[in-house]
Nanobody, 131 residues
Framework: QLHLVESGGGLVQPGGSLRLSCAVS????????????IAWFRQAPGKEREEREA???????????HYTDSVRGRVTISREKDKNLVFLQMITLKPEDTGTYYC????WGVGGHRVDDYAFWGQGTQVTVSS
């Protein structure tokens, strides 16, 4: 069972930048990060878990990345394979980017934009964009 821990959130002014990190561990025997898809979701204030929005995800076996339209061009997902880290670099942040950001992993290396596509979740890190 995967264990995911997010870090890097904080308070930033509009136009600022943040880099979120997701440390992934707990791989079953002989499995590695290369076999999973890892996503970043945002839960906006007042929204429920089921309303989390997929910001970006990476299909580790292929390295393919996906971005939701609202962040494309401002967000980059990347990985540091040797350390089992996945990053979300965000620039030109806007107030509407505010929310709790969750790192999520699936068990099949397929990914997707839905909450139900992912079985494993971190505890989240808060991002607040405000002047």
């Amino acid at each position: 069972q995967l264990h995911l821990v997010e870090s890097g959130g904080g308070l930033v002014q509009p136009g600022g930048s943040l880099r979120l990190s997701c440390a992934v561990s707990g791989f079953p025997s002989r499995r590695t990060l290369d076999e999973y898809a890892i996503a970043w979701f945002r839960q906006a204030p007042g929204k429920e878990r089921e309303e989390r929005e997929a910001v970006s995800w990476m299909i580790m076996p292929s390295g393919l990345t996906h971005y939701t339209d609202s962040v494309r061009g401002r967000v980059t997902i990347s990985r540091e394979k040797d350390k089992n880290l996945v990053f979300l670099q965000m620039i030109t942040l806007k107030p509407e980017d505010t929310g709790t950001y969750y790192c999520a992993g699936d068990g099949w290396g397929v990914g997707g934009h839905r909450v139900d596509d992912y079985a494993f979740w971190g505890q989240g890190t808060q991002v607040t964009v405000s002047s």
